[in-house]
T-cell receptor, first 113, second 114 residues
Framework: DTGVSQNPRHKITKRGQNVTFRCDPI?????LYWYRQTLGQGPEFLTY????????KSRLLSDRFSAERPKGSFSTLEIQRTEQGDSAMYLC???????????FGSGTRLTVV | AQTVTQSQPEMSVQEAETVTLSCTYD???????LFWYKQPPSRQMILVIR??????QNATENRFSVNFQKAAKSFSLKISDSQLGDTAMYFC???????????FGTGTRLTIIP
């Protein structure tokens, strides 16, 4: 069990560029979550998958955001036409169906300049 | 909508002392879970302790225990014999039974002083 892995750890991008983050969950976990954490705040829910199906999306997930989890394994989160307000830590977590708590990854810190 | 409030942005305590972090929440539902997560500096968030709302007994995990007051919608975390490794942000979180979304508070930054 290598835990939840997120790549890259840090990403600096210019406003207007597209970025993509990757999350590799714990292999036997069938649920995968994306959260966003801005400075001084707690994480905010973005979306979650059960296997390959995206079951819920927050209204925070604007049209510029898209998440996928092909084959129910790793997941990607893409942000198109980045804005300065997208600067945040993007956290991925996974869990077992019926489990109580998540296992979080270390996050990807995005800075839009 | 559910909300979670942590009214202590920062706290500090001497090593080996006991500290209590406060959390209140608001919900009209009866079945839910409550959690405390720890986020050390530049490290991943880890689960400290959880409480099922239907259980009257307060959860305990080694040096960590909670005081769950369902009627008051209060869920405080007590850390006994605090250690330097307890220095971290602590987040209180809420999840409805049957719902996958966690709602977090704004966190309390806890510093253990040697």
């Amino acid at each position: 069990d290598t835990g939840v892995s997120q790549n890259p750890r840090h990403k600096i991008t210019k406003r207007g560029q597209n970025v993509t983050f990757r999350c590799d969950p714990i292999s036997e976990h069938n649920r995968l979550y994306w959260y966003r954490q801005t400075l001084g705040q707690g994480p905010e829910f973005l979306t979650y998958f059960q296997n390959e199906a995206q079951l819920e999306k927050s209204r925070l997930l604007s049209d510029r955001f898209s998440a996928e989890r092909p084959k129910g394994s790793f997941s990607t989160l893409e942000i198109q036409r980045t804005e300065q307000g997208d600067s945040a830590m993007y956290l991925c977590a996974s869990s077992l169906l019926g489990g109580y708590g998540y296992t979080f990854g270390s996050g990807t810190r995005l800075t839009v300049v | 909508a559910q909300t979670v409030t942590q009214s202590q942005p920062e706290m500090s305590v001497q090593e080996a002392e006991t500290v209590t972090l406060s959390c209140t929440y608001d919900t009209s539902e009866n079945n839910y879970y409550l959690f405390w997560y720890k986020q050390p500096p530049s490290r991943q968030m880890i689960l400290v302790i959880r409480q099922e709302a239907y259980k009257q007994q307060n959860a305990t995990e080694n040096r960590f225990s909670v005081n769950f007051q369902k009627a008051a919608k209060s869920f405080s975390l007590k850390i006994s014999d605090s250690q330097l490794g307890d220095t971290a942000m602590y987040f209180c979180a809420f999840r409805l039974f049957g719902n996958e979304k966690l709602t977090f508070g704004t966190g309390t930054r806890l510093t253990i002083i040697p």
